[in-house]
């Protein structure tokens, strides 16, 4: 059986969050969106839900954490190429995301990484798997 995955953020405002995911190149299921919430298609089998606080708390009795402050997940995208991370990172920052670091390059790995305009942390990276160590190893000691 094939699955889908929804990954569910609160975010402050959905338009603005549907703005920075549009331009980063993501499209959108209208059948799963309203005006408390937008679904991005990340996938075929991956699907971004951005709800509003007020939607969001219906799924959830806990606090909305504040996305500055704690890190509630990492969510990794994988990349075609080391120019599609470094696209994606620059198309983030230009539509009003940040990145809290550099690129890093493991070598078999390549990695970067930007926060939404709410905060949510997202990788992006790209693997050459012929390049990857016959030992395997952490990605925090490569």
């Known amino acids: 059986m094939s699955r889908t995955i929804f990954i569910n953020l609160a975010v402050k405002d959905v338009p603005t969050s549907k703005a920075f995911y ?3 190149g993501f499209s959108f299921n209208p059948q799963f969106s309203t005006d408390q919430g937008a679904c991005v298609v990340i996938s075929e089998h991956i699907r971004l839900m951005l709800l509003s606080h007020e939607l969001f708390m219906n799924f959830s009795p806990l ?5 500055w402050k704690v890190k509630e997940v990492l969510n990794t995208l994988s990349c075609e190429s080391r120019a599609e991370v470094d696209s994606l990172v620059a198309k983030a920052i230009a539509a009003g995301g940040s990145t809290p670091d550099a690129a890093q390059d493991h070598g078999f790995m390549y990695d970067h990484s930007f926060m939404d305009p709410d905060g949510h942390a997202w990788g992006v990276a790209y693997m050459d798997m012929s ?3 016959a030992t395997p190893q952490s990605v925090a000691s490569a």
């Open 131 to 133: 390049q990857f160590p």
């Open 63 to 67: 606090p909305i954490a504040d996305s």
């Open 22 to 24: 549009g331009a980063l």
